[in-house]
């Protein structure tokens, strides 16, 4: 399977910069804008991936360095990969590790070859050991402090607890795992820090970019998607779209966001990187999960996004409607007799009450599987929302509608009405309402029509 034509643009937006599309991979045909809900380690926590299926998932997201860790790419190789490990019949893409190179910053020396971890696993990291992490010695002779950089010429001392992830080791990794989309290892930084420290990571992620490419064994199965770094700097960003864009890739990722950066500089950043990228490609917003951030991004011209925050925040009791958060914990909903949202249609709608999912919150492991699939269910269905909204060119309605929902009589943030603006979409309050059931069945009439039947309306 080559990339080319691989991503069609079904409908654009007469307005914004959203589209709807169709990305054709190995395992599944997905529709475009779409959320991946993360499964770290080649599971969703309480959720089975057939109900992942009932729910319209389309495809997932694995985490490479801890799939490398556990169980390993001999075993997954030996398996056939992850999709029949775990089995799982649709799309999955993998995160090359990277990542890590921020939240497990204390385990971590990066250097040109690439990034040596401690595990997490071992009995010496902060998160496993009373002690904390231990000092770790060079090939000197030196013990060094944790998170201390390495002097030229000078090498960790091997250790059974240390993984060297390369450019080539995590492209390794990911051709055994099998994901119909792989990303590069890059080097990530903070979205948040500033200085030299941004461009060298720019710039050495361009270099594992061609190392990455090198080094992948199934081009004609699984997808390479570069990741565009540069922190909040528009000029690395753009000298890295143009390191990118020297070879041609099926799709492409805008990392270095969603790290406590401000709103005003996030939007910014994306709305920047989706005009350098190719209008015929897919664009993935990595780390994306806040409902709001969604449909601005999409407006954005963004089609592909990943968080852990729908099931993150359900393992807290915090279920998610289009208002924001319901945080199903405070006593307010002992006696709420009413489902999470009256119009969702997932399980834990159909069947459970606000006052049950109460009532075994946080205590019972029960209410962490429903509160997830509910959550899970609600990304699934404002991604398919706002892809019929674009099928109808009713989209800035959409978005008028949502952010009226979501905001109520409080002041919409600047920064999303900053972000629409830039692209055609005025918030005002006199804007009519559109209801999103008007929106699905102009859609569904549309989609019947394409496919040949006769509706019987003008």
């Known amino acids: ?45 309480g959720v089975l991936p057939e109900q992942l299926e009932e729910l319209d998932v389309q495809i997932i ?39 890590q190179m921020v939240s497990l910053l204390k385990l971590t020396e990066i250097t040109e070859e690439g990034v040596q971890f401690e595990s997490p696993y071992s009995s010496s ?23 201390s950089p390495r002097a030229d010429g000078e090498a960790v ?13 995590s492209m390794e990794i990911q051709n055994a795992i099998g994901a119909d989309i792989m990303m590069q290892l890059d080097d990530v930084v903070s979205s948040t820090t500033t200085g030299p420290r941004v461009e060298e990571a720019m710039d050495r992620s361009i270099r594992w970019l061609k190392r990455c490419g090198k080094a992948h064994s199934r081009a004609d ?9 540069g922190g909040l700097n528009m000029t690395l ?71 852990v925050f729908p099931t993150r925040t359900a393992r807290f009791g915090c279920a998610l409607v289009d208002a924001g958060q319901l945080n ?59 892809r019929n909204s674009l099928r109808v060119n009713r989209f800035p309605e959409f978005v008028t509608q949502f952010m009226q929902n979501r905001y109520g009589d409080k002041e919409i943030p600047s920064w999303i009405t900053d972000a629409l603006t830039s692209v055609g979409i005025v918030l005002t309050r006199d804007t009519q309402a559109v209801s999103s059931d008007s929106i699905d069945s102009q859609s569904d009439r549309k989609k019947r029509s394409a496919d040949g039947e006769e509706t019987g309306e003008q």
């Open 221 to 229: 199965e699984q997808f390479l998607f570069p990741i565009v770094q």
């Open 328 to 386: 199903l914990r405070l006593k307010q909903y002992a006696s709420d007799h009413t489902p999470i949202d009256p119009t969702c249609k997932c399980l834990t709608c159909q069947r459970y009450t606000r006052s049950y999912l109460h009532h075994i919150v946080t205590d019972i492991p029960t209410a962490a599987r429903l509160m997830s699939i509910h959550n899970i269910a609600y990304q699934m269905n404002l991604m398919r929302r706002i």
């Open 61 to 99: 997201l694995g985490n490479t360095y801890h799939l490398g860790l556990k169980p390993g790419p001999e075993l997954l190789r030996k398996a056939g990969g992850l999709h029949k490990f775990m089995n799982w019949k649709r799309g999955m893409l993998t995160d090359s590790g990277g990542f």
């Open 237 to 307: 960003r753009e000298r890295s779209v143009s390191g990118i864009l020297e070879d041609e890739y099926t799709g492409y990722a805008i990392g270095g966001l969603s790290g406590g950066e401000a709103k005003n500089d996030f939007w910014k950043v994306v709305d920047a990187s989706t005009t350098l990228l190719p209008k015929s490609k897919p664009r993935y917003v990595m780390g994306v999960g806040y409902a709001e951030d969604l449909v601005v991004c999409c407006a954005l011209g963004a089609d592909m996004f990943d968080c």
């Open 157 to 169: 001392v091997p250790s059974k607890d240390l993984m060297m992830l390369t450019p080539e080791k």
């Open 125 to 147: 990291n902060p998160s496993t050991a009373s002690k904390g992490r231990k000092k770790w010695k060079s090939s000197t002779g030196t013990e060094k402090a944790p998170g």
């Open 1 to 45: 399977m080559t990339s080319a034509d691989k991503f069609t643009i079904i409908e654009g937006c007469s307005v914004s910069k959203a589209r709807t599309g169709l990305l054709q991979l190995s395992h599944y045909v997905i529709e475009t804008p779409m959320f991946m809900p993360v499964g770290t380690k080649g599971c969703m926590k």
